[in-house]
């Protein structure tokens, strides 16, 4: 079954620093989810890559998916403290109505 | 775009009781609805699979006699936590995948079971 491990588990930047998150699958990506969570409340889809290379960016949150498909990064420029919260990556693991594996998530602090 | 409605957010019950969580797609048909469970600090556990008008397909550890899953439509499914004990207490949440739509997911529930 596919894995995914996110690093780091945590993280306490400083607002307006830059910070990355990765996520490294078990097996080949056929689609990688970013999502943000607030503690206690739903998933807020932030982007979605599935061609190997594949770079996309909203704000100032860019995530891109290396040209093997089994690894993917979301950075974040001059973060800020609505930033906070816990990032998660899902993988597609085949296409159509299968369900997202997810990480374990990476917990996010931006102190003032 | 797509919207994944799901109620209630927070509900207290009392143990032995039951409790149906609801999970509408508003603008599109889902034709898999997928239930996960989420406890403190951890990620997102998925529990069944389920596709409209057929028997939901549940994960090795998840009782489907506890757990019960309806996907009578295409625009609903429900969750039905029977006879709750305090263990059941978590975060439940929805994702509803149709044809042309990724993963929408619920705003989630949050049942305690005192």
């Known amino acids: 079954s596919q894995e995914l491990e996110q690093s780091p588990q945590s993280l306490i930047v400083q607002e307006g620093k830059n910070l990355t998150i990765n996520c490294t699958s078990s097996?080949?990506?056929?689609?990688l989810y970013w999502y943000k969570q607030k503690y206690g409340e739903g998933l807020i889809f932030l982007m979605m890559l599935q061609k190997g290379g594949e770079e996309k960016s909203h704000e100032k949150i860019t995530a891109k998916l290396d040209e093997k498909k089994q690894q993917s990064s979301l950075h974040i420029t001059a973060s800020q403290p609505s930033h906070a919260g816990i990032y998660l990556c899902?993988?597609?693991?085949?296409?159509?109505?299968?369900?997202?594996?997810f990480g374990k998530g990476t917990r996010l602090s931006v102190i003032a | 775009g797509a919207v994944v409605s799901q109620h209630p957010s927070w509900v207290i019950c009392k143990s032995g009781t039951s409790v149906k969580i609801e999970c509408r797609s508003l603008?599109?048909?889902?034709?898999?609805m997928f239930w996960y469970r989420q406890f403190p600090k951890q990620s997102l556990m998925l529990m069944a699979t389920s596709n409209e008008g057929s028997k939901a397909t549940y994960e090795q550890g998840v009782e489907k006699d506890k757990f019960l899953i309806n996907h009578a439509s295409l625009t609903l499914s429900t969750l039905t936590v029977t006879s709750a004990h305090p263990e059941d207490s978590s975060f439940y949440i929805c994702?509803?995948?149709?044809?042309?739509?990724?993963?929408?997911f619920g705003s989630g529930t949050r049942l305690t079971v005192v």
């Open positions: 899902g993988a597609d693991p085949n296409s159509g109505n299968t369900p997202l594996v």
């Open positions: 097996k080949t990506l056929y689609g």
């Open positions: 603008d599109f048909q889902a034709t898999t």
């Open positions: 994702s509803a995948s149709g044809q042309n739509y990724g993963y929408t």
